[in-house]
């Protein structure tokens, strides 16, 4: 049973960073998959980045895609994501997902039944 806990979240300006992260404990952090997903109100939960076991692949969504970078840190049992050049249409709750894998490639998993954990969210608000 791995449990995740997400930290990081605020209120920031449109074109602000901030930087999410994720710890992970009981379990083999370093043989699951990891991803972002966030929900903003009234919508369905999407995917926003993920990365491989090993941190040597990695995929995001088209929004995330240049403004967003996913990182981990296998020996402090940490996923990341930095966030730079934040939009209003970024405000979401954001969740951290891990799923047992260590294939290494470039098919990632980025539906949300796809993935076995989840963090209770943190949540990020742009203001414009």
């Known amino acids: 049973q791995v449990q995740l806990v997400e930290s990081g979240g605020g209120l920031v300006q449109a074109g602000g960073s901030l930087r999410l992260s994720c710890e992970a404990s009981?379990?083999?952090?370093?043989?699951?998959?990891m991803a972002w997903f966030r929900q903003a109100p009234g919508k369905e939960r999407e995917f926003v980045a993920a990365i491989s076991w090993s941190g040597g692949n990695t995929y995001y969504s088209d929004s995330a895609e240049g403004r967003f970078t996913i990182s981990r840190d296998n020996a402090k049992n940490t996923v990341n994501l930095q966030m730079n050049s934040l939009k209003p249409e970024d405000s979401a709750v954001y969740y951290c997902?891990?799923?047992?894998?260590?294939?290494?490639?470039?098919?990632?998993?980025?539906?949300?039944?796809?993935?076995?954990?989840w963090g209770q969210g943190t949540q990020v608000t742009v203001s414009s």
């Open positions: 997902a891990a799923r047992r894998s260590i294939y290494e490639g470039d098919h990632f998993y980025t539906a949300v039944y796809e993935y076995t954990y």
């Open positions: 009981g379990g083999t952090f370093s043989m699951h998959a």
